[in-house]
């Protein structure tokens, strides 16, 4: 089984190409559970699968986490899955990606810069608020895409002080909160007085932070502008592993819309040799 391996500002992924390799999919948790391992495989946040369209897109995409979850949807994953069916004949420099939670459009800008429409919000409540022990956390919640795929937001400006332990605690916790029946993932952000934005998310699935998570970028910059709190509908969403801009666009028939770019990254190819792997 051959294998690509890319990244979008840090978020990685291995890329398995089906419709060449045909492997079933029920074989696919598995193999996402093996090949994600950091230390006994090729590591990587998630795992994608290109099979054949089954709609109007160019072709379809099968997303896991790191854990063998199946995922909705994932921005960066998004933009790396567009520039590797470019590079490798799939689409042309415009793109029309099949998920599970609708379509998703995708250009190429330039050789490594993508950018893709993400679902459009099916689901937003701007305040929400959360126990975790003996405090209470104001958020905003945000589902992308149907079925959504959960963000919690939070306005956090000393996240970045706070020990590792004590963040991830928090994120953790909020993760699994017994009030959202899907849990989330919990993008904590500080909007920096030149306009710029920083943020951390943890996400559901790795079970830990990444160093960027395209749909939580799009989630946070998707609460700003709901909220008025940045002038225009652009902004520079600074994540651990790079930026990542997001624009948003409120059109007056209610479809809102939220376009996520950054740079799309190739890491390796080879073949898996895991001898414990059954596929």
């Known amino acids: 089984m051959e294998y690509t391996k890319m990244h979008g500002a840090g978020n990685d992924f291995i890329i398995i190409n089906n419709i060449i390799e ?6 696919f948790s598995e193999i996402a559970r093996n090949l994600c391992a950091r230390r006994t495989s090729i590591g990587a946040d998630g795992i994608m699968f290109i099979d054949h369209s089954e709609g109007c897109g160019d072709f379809r995409i099968h997303f896991y986490n790191a854990d063998g979850t199946e995922g909705e949807m994932c ?6 899955i567009c520039r590797y069916a470019y590079e490798n004949g799939i689409s042309g420099e415009k793109q029309k990606v099949e998920t599970i939670s609708g379509v998703v459009r995708g250009w190429r800008l330039d050789g ?20 975790l022990g003996n405090d209470r956390y104001k958020c905003s919640y945000v589902e992308l895409g149907s079925p959504g795929l959960p963000h919690l937001v939070l306005d956090m ?12 605690r928090i994120g953790k916790g909020l993760r699994w909160s017994e009030s959202l029946p899907k849990g989330a993932n919990v993008n904590f952000y500080w909007l920096r007085q030149d306009g710029s934005v920083a943020a951390k998310t943890f996400e559901r699935g790795v079970e ?3 160093l960027a998570c395209g749909t939580g ?6 609460v700003l502008v709901k909220k008025g709190m940045i002038s225009g509908n652009q902004v520079n969403i600074n994540m651990p592993g790079g930026e990542l801009l997001i624009q948003v666009v409120l059109n007056p028939d209610g479809v809102e819309d939220i376009f996520l770019s950054g ?7 080879g073949k898996v040799l895991d001898e414990d792997l059954k596929y």
């Open 22 to 27: 045909e492997l079933p999919e029920e074989s």
């Open 75 to 80: 921005g960066n994953g998004a933009r790396c």
């Open 112 to 131: 490594q810069t993508y950018r893709v429409r993400l679902n459009s919000p099916s689901e937003y409540k701007e305040e929400l608020w959360l126990e």
């Open 157 to 168: 400006p000393d996240f970045d002080s706070l020990p590792e332990e004590e963040l991830y």
């Open 208 to 210: 830990n932070f990444t």
């Open 217 to 222: 970028a799009g989630s946070v910059g998707y």
């Open 263 to 269: 740079s799309a990254t190739f890491v390796s190819e």
